[in-house]
């Protein structure tokens, strides 16, 4: 059963920097892809960053040149460096595995909250 723990959230002023973290109970090496997605209130979870098995990124168009995705496989840790934080970056940020077999798990979520 694959476990994915995100943290770092928390309230910051605009223009500033948070980095999130995600620790797996698996070995990421594995996975097909992981990814940052968020949710905010009253709208649809949308994708923020993926980055596949072969270290190929995608972010959405909102985020790029912001945000970077990176990870660490020794720790097993997923990461999201969000700098130049905006207002409409407040959202629960959801981290995200998915498997070889094509089998999606997420983590329970991290609050981020950009006061402007």
């Known amino acids: 059963q694959v476990q994915l723990v995100e943290s770092g959230g928390g309230l910051v002023q605009a223009g500033g920097s948070l980095r999130l973290s995600c620790a797996a109970s698996?070995?990421?090496?594995?996975?097909?892809?992981m990814g940052w997605y968020r949710q905010a209130p009253g709208k649809q979870r949308e994708l923020v960053a993926t980055i596949t098995s072969g270290g190929s990124t995608n972010y959405a168009d909102s985020v790029k040149g912001r945000f970077t995705i990176s990870r660490n496989f020794v720790n097993k840790l997923l990461y999201l460096q969000m700098n130049s934080l905006k207002a409409e970056d407040t959202a629960v940020y959801y981290c995200?595995?998915?498997?070889?077999?094509?089998?999606?798990?997420w983590g329970q979520g991290t609050q981020v909250t950009v006061s402007s």
């Open positions: 995200s595995l998915t498997t070889r077999g094509g089998y999606d798990y």
């Open positions: 698996v070995n990421i090496f594995s996975a097909n892809a």
